[in-house]
């Protein structure tokens, strides 16, 4: 409908929810907030800049992806939203393995786990240590236009002008100085982000490569990046790579999940392996509601 792709009564979807949850760090919400039950965002990701409305509907929720083509939205939004996805048995999966996340999950049903490009991911997570998501947000907003290329704004349906390039490839952060990156603000993680970049330009570590490989061969090849330890070689699984049994380990969810599973102090490697095992397949999404159990009960806080 002129120009634009609306889908119609789409069930366990939520854009706040998503967008918001830490897992993806390049977009921007573009609404006034006026209307509680309405959002806009402008979303940069897979060599494209969306922006997408989401409205209440009659049973779910209707979607407008802005100026987007059917064969746009089927070889990349589908995909990238992961919409062909049934959530419903996931979260009946979840529910069966803890009952006690059975009220999070009907508060935050909407909740998806997108399916990024993978060295995009990759970069972000490691930007993400040490800092909150406001920073980590800019942080690949400053790399995308400080190295990467600039889209032509003209031929893009856009309400902001936060946005300016897509993100650096491989050979666009190889060809960079280490000065050109820090200063995106970057901190520390500069030369980790180059080694990144270094090893995947040079084909020692690439997703064609990666998935080949068992979910802990891949979490082992992952971490020879310098500056990649467990936690964050765990979200590069989950969200770049779609192993969604993966279990990502931070300060936060080792507090949660102790208090909740274990009632002492227990290693990160206990944890992962625990939790992989109560939900199975099904794991990387149990941690997105186990960390929202643990933030309402404020779990982990004392």
């Given at each position: ?175 960079a100085s280490e ?22 330009y040079n084909g ?84 997105q509601y186990l ?12």
């Amino acid at each position: 409908m002129n120009k634009n792709y609306i889908l119609e009564n789409v069930k366990d979807f939520h854009l706040i929810d998503i967008l918001e949850c830490g897992q993806c760090f390049h977009f921007e919400r573009t609404d006034n907030g006026i209307n509680p039950e309405e959002f806009e965002y402008e979303i940069v990701a897979k060599d494209r800049i969306l922006r997408i409305k989401e409205e209440p509907d009659a049973d779910g929720v209707r979607l407008t992806f802005f100026n987007t083509e059917k064969w746009e939205f089927d070889t990349i939004w589908k995909p990238y939203f992961d919409l062909d996805r049934d959530y419903s048995e996931i979260k009946k999966a979840i529910i069966k393995a803890d009952p006690r996340l059975e009220p999070i999950i009907a508060e935050y049903s909407g909740i998806r786990i997108l399916n990024q490009d993978f060295f995009e991911c990759l970069i972000s997570f490691i930007v993400s240590q040490n800092k909150q998501i406001p920073q980590i947000k800019q942080v690949v907003t400053n790399l995308s236009s400080g190295i990467g290329t600039k889209f032509d704004i003209t031929m893009i349906d856009r309400v902001s002008s936060e946005f300016d390039s897509f993100f650096p490839t491989p050979e666009q952060l190889v060809s960079a100085s280490e000065d050109d990156i820090r200063a995106t603000k970057c901190g520390f993680r500069a030369p980790y982000i180059m080694d990144a970049a270094q090893k995947v330009y040079n084909g020692e570590i690439t997703e064609d490569i990666l998935d080949d490989l068992s979910t802990e061969e891949a979490k082992n090849k992952l971490m020879t990046i310098h500056g990649v330890g467990e936690k964050v070689a765990n979200c590069v699984l989950l969200f770049g790579l779609g192993r969604r049994e993966a279990f990502p380990v931070d300060v936060w969810m080792k507090r949660i999940c102790e208090e909740m599973y274990f009632g002492t102090d227990t290693s990160k490697q206990e944890i992962e392996d625990y939790c992989k095992n109560k939900f199975g397949e099904y794991s990387g999404y149990a941690q997105q509601y186990l960390f929202i159990y643990g933030q309402q009960h404020k779990i982990g806080t004392k």
